[in-house]
């Protein structure tokens, strides 16, 4: 379904009948992967923070060269996201026992994307080459999947009001299926061998014969192997992965399932559509009568109208949910304090008993 295919059926017919059920969003069967599927491997015990990675991703991509050259290694300094300009980035992480690690950010192509459950017009698809691809043809804009990737790693072009999109990594899908290169960009510039591009099985035992080999360097854990149900970039680290900047919170449930209750909270976000075309088709309707430019102002002003709405309602709704999180969390420690205090009761009673024998 292109976007302007949407867009009619949306105004047609109304926005609720093509969204997806919880259910149907939130997949209940557990995806171990397309058989042969690829990754990469990054070893942050390798990692220099040279920044080579991010040139070679600007490169391949043809990205906008940053104001700060690659070769300025004080940006390090400051903590920084993805963005439109920057698939991937390096950060560098000061340790509680002195020294400094690096790590490198991107989309973590999710074995389960949350993105791709919580896209109602599937814009986002798991290949089976193992990259998650996004299809800005058929893209809305509404936002779903930044608000449901784990990892916080979509971007969306603001500056862009009339086609905005959504920018990640791609895993090189475009240049690696097409035979322009044999790895993705940034694998093949690090001159550290950080990163290893193969298949995700292939990844997963050569980090466990680093692991096994050299346990004085690794922790002993496979970031990625299994978070989130599994992702095709894995991380090894020689210190924990939260001083990394690695969610360890995260488990291992999918994605698509973790995502199933944030869903019901960001499903309103397409329910703030049709106030979002009622100003754009009227618009619309009127392009003759005003110019091209007054068009475009008023687009974008009616697109920052509905933003600033749901961006409200969304914090609102996101704080709730936090909440609810809260307390199931609450009671399960509860029920499991009560519970050793029960066992540890038995005991005592048991000894007791033995020692009245
Ligand atoms: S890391 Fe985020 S954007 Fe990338 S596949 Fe997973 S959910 Fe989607
Ligand atoms: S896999 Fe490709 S798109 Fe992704 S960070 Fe590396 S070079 Fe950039
Ligand atoms: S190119 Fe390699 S060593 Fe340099 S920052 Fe990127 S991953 Fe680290």
Redesign the pocket.
């Known amino acids: 379904m292109k976007r302007r295919n949407f867009l009619g059926l949306m105004g047609a017919a109304g926005v609720a009948t093509v969204l997806p059920t919880k259910a149907q969003a939130a997949g209940n069967v557990h995806f171990e992967g397309y058989p042969g599927s690829k990754g990469?491997l990054f070893d942050a015990t390798r990692c220099i923070g040279c920044r080579k990675?991010e040139e070679?991703?600007n490169e391949?991509?043809g990205l906008a060269k940053p104001e700060q050259p690659f070769s300025d290694l004080s940006v390090l300094d400051t903590k920084r996201r993805t963005e439109n300009e920057a698939?991937?980035v390096v950060n560098k992480y000061e340790q509680p026992e002195g020294g400094s690690v690096f790590s490198?950010i991107?989309?973590m192509h999710c074995m389960e994307p949350s993105c791709g459950s919580a896209c109602f017009v599937k814009a986002f698809t798991k290949q089976p080459s193992g990259a998650v691809t996004y299809d800005e043809s058929v893209c809305v804009g509404c936002r779903y999947c930044m608000v449901a990737c784990p990892f916080e790693i979509p971007t969306y072009t603001y500056n862009d009001p009339i086609t905005p999109k959504v920018i990640k990594?791609?895993?090189?899908e475009p240049?690696i299926s097409t035979g322009k290169v044999d790895a993705?960009?940034?694998?093949n510039k690090c001159p550290k061998e950080a990163l290893v591009y193969g298949e995700r099985d292939d990844l997963i035992k050569i980090a466990r014969n680093r692991i096994e080999a050299h346990p004085e360097l690794y922790v002993d854990h496979l970031y990625g192997e299994h978070e989130v149900g599994g992702t095709s970039w894995l991380y090894l680290s020689g210190t924990p992965f939260n001083q990394i900047g690695m969610r360890e919170d995260l488990g291992t449930t999918s994605g698509p399932e973790l995502n199933s209750s944030a869903l019901s909270v960001v499903a309103m976000v397409p329910a703030l559509w049709p106030l979002l075309l009622a100003g754009v088709y009227g618009i619309t309707k009127r392009t003759d009568k005003i110019a091209k430019k007054e068009k475009a102002e008023a687009v974008a002003q009616a697109i920052k109208e509905t933003q600033d709405k749901a961006n409200s309602d969304m914090k609102a709704a996101m704080e709730r949910a936090r909440n609810d999180k809260e307390a199931t969390v609450k009671r399960e420690v509860t029920k499991a304090v009560e519970e050793a205090l029960k066992a540890a009761e038995e005991e005592a009673n048991g000894e007791k008993e033995e020692e009245g024998a």
């Open positions: 990469v990675c070679g991703c391949i991509n698939y991937t490198k991107q989309c990594c791609h895993l090189c240049h993705p960009g940034c694998v």
